[in-house]
Structure formats: structure tokens, C-alpha cells
């Protein structure tokens, strides 16, 4: 199996800043993707994020320009670096993983979940 164990979270004031981790481990052969989803109370889950392991970071037209998502390939760890915070930013974050096992299977993987507030 894989685990995503996520860190960081909290509340935090208008314009302020907070930075989310997320750690990947297990039976990992190799990863192909990680990033981050969020969902706010009464929305749809909303893709923030996303790290191909070749290729180009994608981000919500949301987000851009606020957000930096970065990936160490050597930890399997993903971070989430969010500037200028508002008020529709507070919602639980998730990071994701599409993984293929060593198992050979590809397979989605979730972290638990972290909440962000942004509120003064």
C-alpha cells in the first residue's frame, strides 16, 4: 500500500501565507503525478495543482500566480506554497498521487486531508 501523509495547514489572515506538505511512502515503484485538490464546504472538489513528473505544473485559473506547487522526485514529497491567501481559499486540501505500485498496478492514491482557513 501507499501512504500520503500531508502537514502543515491552519488558520491565517487575509494576504497571509501558508505552506502545505505531503509526504508519499509505501510500495511505491514509481509516481507519476502529484498534487493537490481542495474542497470547500457546499462546493465540488477543486483541482488546485498538478505535477506531472515529466512535463509542466498545471494550476487553477483560481490560484495561479498565488500558488507554487514544487516536487522532490528523491523524497517523493510535494509541497504547496500559497501567497496572498483570501477568504475562498478556506477549504480542506488534499494531495493526491497517481502511483504505480511495486505491485505493477497504477493506482490513485489520497493524503487525509488538511484544513486552511483564511479569515481575520
Known amino acids: 500500500q501507499v501512504q500520503l501523509v500531508e502537514s502543515g495547514g491552519g488558520l491565517v489572515q487575509p494576504g497571509g501565507s501558508l505552506t502545505l506538505s505531503c509526504a508519499a511512502s509505501?510500495?511505491?515503484?514509481?509516481?507519476?503525478?502529484m498534487g493537490w485538490y481542495r474542497q470547500a464546504p457546499d462546493k465540488q472538489r477543486e483541482l488546485v495543482a498538478k505535477?506531472?513528473?515529466?512535463?509542466?505544473?498545471q494550476y487553477s485559473d483560481s490560484v495561479k500566480g498565488r500558488f507554487t506547487s514544487t516536487r522532490d522526485n528523491t523524497k517523493n514529497t510535494v509541497n504547496l506554497q500559497m501567497n496572498s491567501l483570501k477568504p475562498d481559499d478556506t477549504a480542506v486540501y488534499y494531495c493526491?498521487?497517481?502511483?504505480?505500485?511495486?505491485?505493477?498496478?497504477?493506482?490513485?492514491?489520497w493524503g487525509q486531508g488538511t484544513q486552511v482557513t483564511v479569515s481575520s
Open positions: 505535477l506531472p513528473t515529466t512535463g509542466i505544473t
Open positions: 509505501g510500495s511505491i515503484y514509481s509516481i507519476y503525478l
Open positions: 493526491y498521487a497517481i502511483v504505480r505500485t511495486r505491485s505493477q498496478v497504477t493506482e490513485t492514491f
